[in-house]
């Protein structure tokens, strides 16, 4: 499956942004997908992740409440919506793929990747 991401741009602190991630194919369903990110000089860490039925979700602490991960297989389409955003949810987002029903927080398990979209909040 082939994965692109767009949506990522500059906004204020406390604004917001929709992330999206089309994938190509049709087993998209077959897959749990998550949201990855990458700030300048640290590492790839996950924001949030999906069962391949949307029923299942699971975030990082630092998001929880501010971020929604959901997803639209008839679009073959998983989302991100971020909500007061703060200077340190600046990053690369990528969106991943993984085999498999389970939601997984571990970016090695993730088979497909996106090409990564820019999100700069500014303080």
């Known amino acids: 499956v082939q994965l692109q991401a767009s949506g990522g741009g500059l906004v204020q602190a406390g604004g917001s942004l929709r992330l999206s991630c089309a994938a190509s194919?049709?087993?998209?369903?077959?897959?749990?997908m998550g949201w990855f990110r990458q700030a300048p000089g640290q590492e790839r860490e996950i924001v949030a992740a999906?069962?391949?039925?949307?029923?299942?979700?699971s975030y990082t602490d630092s998001v929880k409440g501010r971020l929604t991960i959901s997803r639209d297989n008839a679009k073959n389409t998983v989302y991100l919506q971020m909500n007061s955003l703060k200077p340190e949810d600046t990053a690369v987002y990528y969106c991943?793929?993984?085999?498999?029903?389970?939601?997984?927080?571990?970016?090695?398990?993730?088979?497909?990747w996106g090409q990564g979209t820019q999100v700069t909040v500014s303080s």
């Open positions: 991943a793929g993984k085999s498999g029903s389970s939601v997984s927080n571990r970016a090695l398990e993730y088979d497909y």
């Open positions: 999906i069962s391949r039925s949307g029923l299942a979700t």
């Open positions: 194919g049709r087993t998209f369903s077959s897959y749990s």
